[in-house]
């Protein structure tokens, strides 16, 4: 009896925890809100591979480390000899001397050098293939978009005030955002779309009005609307009590704000004074307009064409999606022929149950 409370007790904890890994997985996700685009790419494919290598090595090694991958796994995977890989992924170690081909992929950057340009250490990203996912990096490397703000000058429509800076800025050039203004009810229910921040305040002068509501632990509850903002402060205002502190204590307490001053005024000690409004009611809007981006547009011209840069940022997406996981390249053959084994396997292991079974039938 008790083995059985034991046994149902941990399928129970299983369960909980498979749930919940469950819920919070689909949570970050539908919380995400980025629009991924298909990388299409294909480990397979040998010369994309090397193709990323070298834009990796030229673009990105200078800052971000591969510190589990060495050149010569590079090579013997996709088919080239160390001399060639070495003229491929060309870099030098803190000697200045040129990397061996066995040697770990470290970055060139010092990290405390870095912290102090770039506000953290660049990331290794041995395994961000796996941890992002390859239609991320590939979304990734074609969202940065022109923005003053920024220390580098450049944002990500992806990754929301990122401190990289667009490292193949003069492959693609420059891109700048194209707004749209979302009318929202309640924050989260999308009314209609403009291309005109002009025409969306139309829109929400329209259909906004001014909800008093009563906050509560479990939330809020809806008291009354008001199409004047000026009446649903008045609401608030007529349930709002002035507390008055005396040296962080309460010590009196009144329905205006007036009346609050004149207590401080009539009543002067040795310490501080401090009037606080309590209420239990706020005003919100019903509506509200987001200035979102639509999407991207090319406005200065780079090296490449929209098409080969492109490919240039799937083979580089190719790159670490291999580098996250060589396995795969060999992974799919592993199976066919473990597939193959139990086919024939099965065949000796039916003549062989019909021999062990014959005298019992």
């Known amino acids: 009896m008790r083995d059985n409370t034991m046994k149902r007790s941990i399928l129970n904890m299983l369960s909980a925890g498979m749930m919940t890994s469950v819920l919070i997985s689909s949570a970050v996700f539908a919380n995400s809100g980025v629009h991924l685009e298909a990388s299409n790419i294909n480990v397979q494919n040998k010369t994309s591979l090397l193709r990323g290598a070298k834009n990796f090595a030229n673009y990105c090694q200078g800052c971000h480390s591969l510190k589990f991958s060495r050149a010569n796994r590079i090579a013997a995977d996709t088919g080239v000899s160390d001399e060639q890989i070495k003229a491929i992924i060309f870099t030098r170690d803190d000697d200045d001397k040129p990397s061996k081909v066995g040697a770990l992929m470290t970055s060139a950057i010092p990290h405390k050098d870095a912290a102090n340009w770039f506000g953290s250490v660049p990331p290794d990203l041995s395994l961000v293939g796996r941890s992002r996912s390859a239609d991320w990096i ?3 490397m074609k969202s940065f978009y022109e923005d003053d703000s920024r220390p580098f000058g450049m944002n990500n429509t992806v990754f929301d005030s990122v401190g990289m800076p667009h490292v193949l800025l003069d492959l693609q050039g420059v891109q700048a955002p194209v707004y749209r ?8 229910n999308l009314e209609a779309s403009f291309t005109s921040e002009a ?4 829109a929400l002068e329209v259909s906004r009005v001014f909800e008093v509501v009563k906050l509560g632990l479990f939330g809020d509850s809806l008291m009354s609307s008001h199409k004047d903002e000026k009446e649903a402060k008045a609401v608030v205002e007529a349930n709002t009590k002035y507390n008055v502190l005396f040296n962080k204590k309460d010590v009196a307490s009144f329905d205006s704000q007036a009346e609050a001053d004149k207590y401080v005024q009539d009543n002067p000690k040795e310490g501080k004074y401090k009037v606080i409004p309590k209420s239990s009611y ?5 509506h509200k307009i987001d200035k979102v981006i639509d999407h991207l547009e090319l406005v200065k011209e780079g090296k490449q064409s929209p098409a080969e840069y492109d490919q240039t940022v799937r083979d580089l997406t190719n790159f670490l999606a291999y580098i996250s996981e060589p396995a795969q390249l060999n992974r799919s053959t592993y199976g066919i022929f473990t597939l193959l084994f139990l086919g024939i396997f099965f065949i000796f292991a039916y003549f062989l149950k019909k021999e062990y079974w014959k005298d019992v039938h």
């Open 199 to 202: 025409e969306a305040n139309k």
């Open 282 to 286: 706020s005003v919100k809007s019903s």
């Open 138 to 140: 590939y979304t990734y």
């Open 181 to 188: 203004y979302d009318v929202m009810h309640h924050g989260h």
